[in-house]
């Protein structure tokens, strides 16, 4: 019998076993029934990035912590299982027959869901036949067939066809890069400037990481400390999801003068040109090459410019001229 493929390989289960959380406690908070918080710990159930973001709250994890590295060990376990299911229901013939399939509906012109609907069948199992995972069954043969304009005979013949004839490759090709579905969100930095890969898994990472804003700064003495780190992050202010080189930092009011109020969120675009009369972010360490987690210091001050054109930050109470390795514009200003 076909077996679910893995689609969303994940850390879930651990996290979830390592704050000592029963299964059916996190399916009773996250309004998810325990059937499919099962699915979804095993990679075989898919979730939109709401869920995911619910599930990251619940847990009091990160989101990247979600997502398996290639450096994790269980990675390769995930590789194999992927690697051996596909090659069980490719020896049935299933990822030939349901690749045939779609090839002829893709020719007819036909959505899935019109196929799905003229072969009697819910969407979602005529899609599991398509990526071959389900079995036909003999009654399901002709009305499928019917469906297309062709009798079982034809059917079969048409994609025997197809097969031999090689235009089945590619979308069995497609189908192999499952393999592939390990995501690899990397370090924070990467994933601040870098859009991920094309694949489920860092779909669902990306969607939900345009939601989210990392708060790369807070108080501490009389600066801020900077990480270039996703272990907080807010929701993102509506005309700010999507853009790449942004992030927050919550000021250290005491030294702007009350310029900007407390318990606030300042909003930085780090690829911003930044000019004098502007409130920037001033850090002491190359932005470019700063690691996650890599401590450096920070302050926001208004951008000056000297009698020689230098470009430096007038800080208050008390008064301080400061210059600093990297600059960024500061944009927005939100007041928690």
Not at 113 to 126: E, H, I, N, P, W
């Amino acid at each position: 019998m076909a077996q679910e493929e893995i689609i969303f390989p994940n850390n879930i289960r651990n996290i979830r076993l390592a704050a000592g959380m029963k299964m059916t406690e996190l399916a009773r908070r996250s309004n998810l029934s325990l059937s499919a918080v099962s699915k979804i710990e095993k990679g075989v159930r898919r979730l939109n990035q709401k869920q995911l973001l619910n599930i990251c709250n619940i847990l009091g994890c990160k989101l990247s912590d979600i997502f398996i590295k290639d450096t994790d060990e269980v990675a390769s376990k995930w590789q194999n299982e992927i690697t051996r299911r596909m090659n069980d229901n490719e020896d049935g013939g299933l990822k030939i027959f349901g690749s045939g399939l779609r090839k002829i509906r893709q020719q007819s012109g036909k959505t899935i869901a019109q196929a799905a609907k003229d072969a009697g069948m819910t969407l979602s199992v005529y899609h599991k036949i398509e990526v071959g995972q389900r079995e036909v069954y003999k009654n399901e043969i002709e009305p499928l067939a019917k469906s297309f304009a062709h009798s079982v005979e034809g059917l079969f013949d048409k994609i025997a066809e197809l097969y031999k004839s090689g235009e089945l490759t590619k979308q069995m090709d497609k189908v192999k890069e499952r393999v592939k579905a390990v995501l690899v969100p990397g370090d924070s930095s990467s994933d601040f400037d870098e859009t991920p890969s094309h694949l489920y898994g860092a779909k669902l990472y990306d969607n939900a990481r345009r939601k989210l804003i990392p708060v790369f700064g807070k108080p501490e003495g009389k600066g801020i400390s900077f990480k270039r780190s996703d272990s907080h992050m807010i929701a993102a202010p509506a005309n700010l999801e999507g853009r790449r080189g942004i992030y927050a930092i919550i000021p250290n009011s005491k030294r702007l003068g009350g310029f900007i109020p407390e318990k606030s969120y300042v909003f930085v675009d780090s690829k911003a040109v930044v000019s004098p009369g502007d409130l920037g972010v001033f850090i002491d360490a190359d932005f470019g090459s700063l690691k996650s987690e890599e401590p450096a210091s920070a302050n926001i001050a208004i951008v000056r410019k000297d009698s020689k054109g230098k470009i430096y930050g007038q800080m208050v109470s008390p008064e301080e001229k400061i210059s600093a390795k990297t600059m960024h514009k500061v944009i927005m200003v939100i007041v928690d």
